[in-house]
């Protein structure tokens, strides 16, 4: 097994504002395709839109994305930084990632609340 890591970024300046995301994705393959290592074969299987969708699809996992939000008449020259985002790794995506990379989390016993807390 290994993991396809996906960051894409886009910044540009405007005249009164800027255009600005980012987004990080990653793909555990527990069988590497013969595309692996294809940074175009990845794009295909990229979703279409902004941030928040483009690790969606094809069992891409969203880790975290985030824009300026121009809604509300937030461009021209009313325009202001107004960030929004999100951090998309629950619980199972992390022991996911940790068991892809390190082997398999063993649980400790729930009487040890030391164990427990680290565990979490």
Same mark, same amino acid.
């Given at each position: 097994? $290994?993991?396809?890591? %996906?960051?894409? $970024? %886009? ?43 483009? %690790?969606? %699809? ?13 809604? =509300?008449?937030? $461009?021209?020259? =009313? ?42």
């Amino acid at each position: 097994m $290994y993991i396809d890591v %996906h960051f894409k $970024y %886009h910044c540009r300046a405007r005249m009164s504002e800027i255009e600005w995301f980012y987004s990080l994705g990653y793909k555990i393959q527990r069988r590497p395709p013969a595309t692996a290592g294809d940074a175009c074969a990845n794009d295909d299987e990229l979703g279409q839109g902004g941030p928040k969708d483009m %690790h969606a %699809h094809n069992g891409w996992q969203s880790l975290c994305w985030g824009y300026y939000d121009d809604s =509300n008449g937030n $461009y021209g020259r =009313n325009w202001r930084r107004v960030e929004r985002g999100q951090v998309g790794l629950c619980e199972e995506g992390a022991v996911d990632v940790y068991e892809t990379l390190f082997g398999d989390l063993e649980k400790p016993a729930p009487t040890d609340a030391e164990a427990m807390l680290a565990y979490r």
